[in-house]
């Protein structure tokens, strides 16, 4: 599951609100700190799984309208919403984007000592269609 903080649980934690907070789920930071601690002393990696392909629509505790625009971090229009998921999708074209993820993965490895990433949702970072077509529906 992620660990970034989030709002809506149903999400399974993938509508992330701050991308700097580890969810109070997990404990206070430093219990978080100390689990990754722990694990690396036992010889365990520890990945995160990171989500940078989409974000809460919340506009009141997330990034959605950050600055009163539609477009601050994320594409404007139709284009920006994730139609399924219920959530932004970030605008990878802007340099101010990709210097805020890229600072947010290289916090997370500094800050919490995680070994690695498995990034959530890669085929909407590569795919204007978000990996949609011709999906295949394995809960029908």
């Not at 509508?15 to 404990?27: K, M, R």
């Not at 949702?121 to 295949?136: D, P």
Request: contains cysteine.
């Amino acid at each position: 599951m992620a660990i970034q903080e989030h709002s809506y649980y149903a999400s399974f934690r993938y509508h992330v609100t701050n991308f700097f907070a580890p969810s109070s789920l997990f404990g206070t930071p430093d219990d978080l700190k100390s689990l990754i601690d722990k694990a690396h002393k036992l010889g365990i990696l520890v990945l995160m799984d990171i989500v940078y392909s989409h974000a809460s629509n919340n506009v009141l505790d997330g990034l959605n309208m950050f600055d009163g625009t539609d477009g601050h971090y994320f594409h404007t229009g139709s284009r920006g919403h994730h139609s399924v998921w219920d959530s932004r999708l970030f605008n990878y074209g802007s340099w101010e984007v990709l210097r805020y993820l890229l600072s947010n993965a290289r916090w997370w490895l500094e800050e919490y000592k995680f070994d690695g990433y498995r990034f959530d949702g890669v085929t909407s970072m590569m795919y204007i269609h978000h990996g949609l077509q011709n999906q295949i529906c394995f809960f029908a």
